[in-house]
């Protein structure tokens, strides 16, 4: 399968006047053709940094190493001009808050049918009528009366299919999704979730799915990366580590799902401690602090992210992240993994 | 509260701009205090061998003379005095006008500090100038009046802004406290509101005078403001600009001193309510 | 949004009103009357003028038919120009005035909000210092300064352009009376602007727009001039006042015949009537600005309208 999106190496840190902060520490990952990434990690994590300097959205004062290829082209240090063919429409991207992310001024069909207008040189008419059959496609009751109101006339969860709708105007490779359903109601949730299930059953595109809730991800990621202080520190297929955790911290990420079907809990568990500020420096594990499991050497020497599925206990010779085999590889950063 | 101070002291060291122009203010002041005893002219000698005559070193006449031969330097270091002394005394005036507006209405409140703040609105809306000329037109040319009127124009901002930091004020405790003990209205606003305003009023008192000298230029250079044989800025200005053809340092050296003052005063204030981090109330 | 423009008229007029009556009043408790200035005149002569001039009559019926001339159109004689009346003088000198300050207006927008973009676009480089260092420039230094030197270097130097004067029709004269009245909104506006942009440009929106793949024009032109405009239109009554106090100077210094020369001219003759017309014109004019820009808020941001 042909891999759309291949990050090596990245590090994206921030100046701030009185020094850098490091928020994304030399990630290494790739995705394929039509399949589901999910990256799961709390916030600061630096999950979705890695994507913001994959699309050229960094803040000012950022500064950004490594490499982001997407189709073999390098985004990280393209110019503007180069950059605008690919997002939008190659590559998409939909945030967190539709409240906000939306231009108020604009009616919804404008907003919607630019996307085409400006990356296929569309007309304005045919691109109203493709903008009406996208939000039909996204669910949106009364497409052709949505298309002349304003943002502020729609609820969060119809915003977020406008959203996404948007995101799909050009019929992407790659949807990056960040946090998608973070502001919206629970029910409105599952059915975003829906929504981006029936999107992908529906089209070719692959979906990169952002959360710090494990939850959200399990249901839709064919493959799931785990990150904690600007690195991955585990990465499975999707069925795989919600079986069976190897790093100590998703254990306990899973145990926080509250779960119906389990026994009855007195008190939900949650993970005791803080995650490291951005841009505390680490010596060792950077989850030491909080691990049931830390030892005297996982507070000295940080665990690189190695091949887990053969390894015994604490020593696993294997390839660094970065070789580019991403996929099917378990991995894990820990010096300590859980065993099954 | 010192250490407040410092932060504020060091932002605004670090801004080259304001400091910059902190020394041309204390550079044009000092000068127009100083100035004229360095010069052996006095600023009603006429003198006749030299009259409309170029800036030169030789005859002491350093930027030159006027029509009736008497000493730029002098005159226009004579002229910055009296702009200077209009602009801080208006000033005043207007200072103490919208304090004491402000204080009350923001310390009232209700009904009272709205329908205040309504006559603020309708009167910001007005060019004042107009009614200033109004005035003159009505009372004559007299001086007083002119500082009087100034000032009456320039309070509205002031009042506004000792507004919006006296509401803030009031809801603290120890206004509270001071009302539990008994104190009065009055005693309240002058003992405990007024002192934790100071910040706002310096920056917006510094962007004041500035403003109320190029009002009162203005007067002047209709020919409103003050009448001869006093000078201010704006009169020399007027007479210079129209010896411009035959006698350009006229124009030039009255203009350059107001434009320098103008600018730095404005800088000056710009810096200050960065460094002090002030925000309209 | 008709029924609101309609309620905020009616409260304009009233606005009104109050103005020509305090004028109205306060002239006529000034000392001395109009014909104070002139050499003693024999009294009989001085009845006869009175009577004229109908200052003769109770304060209450002087005031009515003031109003009524109001009403009219008419602004009474003018004291000092005897062959004109106000109005006629109003007549001749408006539409210079308004040419005047229209061109100026226009200008600094058209000019102001494309420097203040591109200041906020070159954020903390050169551009923006130099630029925004001309703007603080253009808004302390006033009119009376920036002429006279204007006409210093372009009119006596360079003789590019003529230093006063005016024809009707000609382009030439109001091009340096123009650029010195049109700096000071003109710097406030691309300063306005620049503040706005920057705010504007860090908001969720436009990132949404920049991930669209949109070119830089797009998102500027469509997406996020808009809401940076909103401070530039508040400002619109306040720059219609400097233009209106500069024009007093720029009028006169220049020689051009408008009502800002009028107003001048009539407050250094002491010509009552003509102070006044002008005052109750200029204040008519900023009302009305107030009311356009209303409706310009609601244009810009389509959750005011709605919610009216």
Redesign the interface.
């Known amino acids: 399968m042909q891999t759309l999106l291949s990050i090596e190496d990245l590090s994206v840190s921030f100046a701030r006047p009185n020094r850098n902060i490091s928020a994304v520490r030399q990630v290494s990952l790739a995705v394929t053709a039509r399949e589901c990434l999910g990256i799961v990690g709390e916030s600061g994590s630096g999950k979705t940094q890695v994507f913001m300097a994959a699309m050229g959205l960094l803040a000012a004062n950022a500064a950004a190493d490594g490499s982001v290829r997407f189709e073999s082209e390098e985004l990280l240090r393209a110019a503007s001009k180069e950059l605008n063919r690919i997002r939008g429409s190659k590559l998409t991207m939909v945030f967190q808050d539709p409240m906000t992310s939306l231009t108020p001024h604009l009616k919804i069909g404008t907003q919607l049918a630019e996307v085409l207008v400006c990356h296929r040189g569309t007309s304005w008419s045919e691109a109203r009528i493709a903008a009406r059959r996208m939000l039909e496609r996204v669910r949106v009751p009364e497409a052709q009366r949505r298309l002349s109101q304003y943002p502020h006339e729609l609820s969060g969860g119809l915003r977020q299919r406008v959203m996404i709708g948007m995101s799909l105007m050009c019929e992407p490779l790659l949807v990056i999704a960040d946090e998608p359903t973070t502001a919206l109601d629970v029910t409105v949730q599952a059915q975003i979730i829906a929504l981006l299930r029936a999107m992908r059953e529906e089209t070719n595109m692959a979906l990169v799915l952002i959360s710090h809730d494990l939850a959200v991800v399990a249901g839709l990621a064919d493959r799931i990366l785990v990150m904690y202080a600007g690195r991955i520190v585990e990465s499975a297929a999707a069925a795989e580590l919600l079986r069976h955790a190897r790093h100590p911290y998703t254990a306990e990420l899973l145990k926080c799902i509250p779960s119906l079907s389990g026994p009855l809990l007195e008190r939900l568990p949650t993970l005791s401690g803080q995650p490291p500020r951005p841009g505390e420096s680490l010596a060792g594990c950077a989850f030491a602090p909080r691990c049931p499991r830390a030892a005297e050497r996982c507070r000295v020497e940080r665990p690189l992210l190695e091949a887990a599925d053969t390894a015994p206990v604490g020593t696993a010779p294997g390839g660094e992240a970065g070789s580019g085999n991403a996929n099917g590889a378990r991995r894990v950063a820990c010096h300590f993994p859980l065993t099954p | 509260m010192s250490s407040l101070v410092d932060d504020a002291a060091r932002r605004l060291w670090s801004n080259s701009g304001t400091m910059c122009a902190m020394f041309v203010v204390f550079g044009i002041v000092a000068l127009a205090l100083f100035g004229p005893w360095l010069n052996p002219n006095g600023a009603e000698t006429l003198d006749w061998l030299h009259v409309a005559s170029k800036p030169a070193l030789q005859n002491a006449h350093w930027f030159g003379t006027d029509r009736l031969g008497r000493d730029l330097f002098v005159r226009t270091l004579e002229g910055t005095r009296v702009s200077l002394a209009v602009g801080l005394v208006a000033s005043a005036v207007s200072l103490l006008v919208g304090i004491a507006y402000g204080a009350v209405s923001g310390y009232l409140g209700g009904r009272t500090d709205h329908l205040m703040m309504r006559l603020i609105e309708i009167l910001s809306g007005l060019p004042l100038i107009f009614f200033v000329i109004f005035l003159t037109v009505i009372f004559g040319r007299n001086e007083y009046l002119l500082f009087l009127s100034i000032g009456a124009v320039g309070w509205l901002t002031m009042a506004r802004i000792v507004r919006g930091q006296t509401l803030s004020v009031r809801q603290k405790e120890f206004i509270e406290a001071a009302v539990a003990s008994g104190a009065g209205t009055a005693r309240i606003i002058v003992r405990h509101v007024i002192p934790n305003v100071v910040g706002p009023i310096v920056v917006y008192a510094t962007l004041t005078i500035p403003q109320i000298i190029m009002l009162e230029s203005f007067l002047s250079f209709l020919g409103l403001g003050i009448q001869e044989p006093g000078a201010s800025l704006g009169t020399l200005i007027a007479e210079g600009a129209g010896e411009m053809e035959a006698a350009p340092w006229m124009l030039l050296v009255p203009g350059g001193f107001l434009a320098a003052l103008l600018l730095a005063l404005n800088v000056l204030g710009d810096g200050l309510r960065d460094a002090l981090d002030v925000k309209e109330g | 949004m008709l029924r609101y423009f309609l309620t905020r008229l009616a409260g304009a007029v009233p606005?009104l009103f109050i103005?020509v009556t305090v004028?109205f009043f306060?002239?006529r408790?000034?000392?001395g009357g109009p014909f104070d200035q002139e050499q003693a005149l024999p009294p009989e002569i001085m009845a006869n003028m009175q009577r004229a001039y109908g200052l003769d009559r109770p304060i209450w019926i002087q005031y009515g038919r003031y109003l009524g001339g109001l009403a009219h159109g008419d602004f009474g004689p003018s004291f000092k120009y005897k062959d004109f009346s106000v109005t006629e003088l109003i007549g001749q000198g408006l539409p210079v005035t308004l040419e005047l300050g229209a061109i100026a207006m226009v200008l600094a927008m058209v000019l102001g909000v494309p420097i203040g973009t591109f200041a906020a676009l070159h954020h903390n480089r050169a551009a923006d210092y130099a630029t925004m260092?001309l703007a603080?420039?253009g808004?302390?230094?006033?009119s009376?300064?920036v002429l006279?030197?204007l006409?210093?270097l372009f009119g006596?130097h360079l003789h590019w352009l003529p230093?006063a004067g005016w024809e009707p029709g000609s382009v030439r004269d109001l091009v340096l009376p123009v650029a010195a009245l049109t700096l000071l909104p003109l710097s406030v506006i691309a300063r306005l602007t620049r503040a706005e942009m920057l705010e504007v440009l860090r908001?969720?929106?436009i990132?949404?727009?920049?991930?669209?793949?949109?070119?830089?024009r797009?998102i500027i032109m469509?997406?996020a001039l808009?809401?940076a405009l909103l401070p530039v239109a508040s400002y619109l009554?306040p720059a219609v006042?400097?233009i209106?106090?500069g024009s007093?100077?720029v009028e006169?210094?220049a020689g051009l015949p408008g009502i800002g020369r009028y107003?001048?001219q009539?407050?250094?003759n002491?010509?009552?009537t003509l102070?006044?017309g002008?005052?109750i014109v200029?204040?008519a004019l900023?009302i009305a600005m107030?009311l356009l820009v209303d409706l310009l808020y609601a244009w810009?941001?389509?959750?005011v309208r709605l919610v009216r």
């Open positions: 606005t103005i004028a306060l002239i408790a000034a000392p260092a603080v420039a808004i302390a230094v006033p009376f300064v006279p030197f006409g210093l006596i230093v908001s969720h929106f990132r949404t727009a920049v991930a669209k793949g949109l070119p830089l797009t469509r997406h808009r809401p009554p006042a400097s209106m106090t007093l100077i006169s210094i107003m001048v009539g407050a250094l002491r010509d009552y102070v006044m002008m005052v200029y204040s900023l107030g810009l941001d389509p959750r």
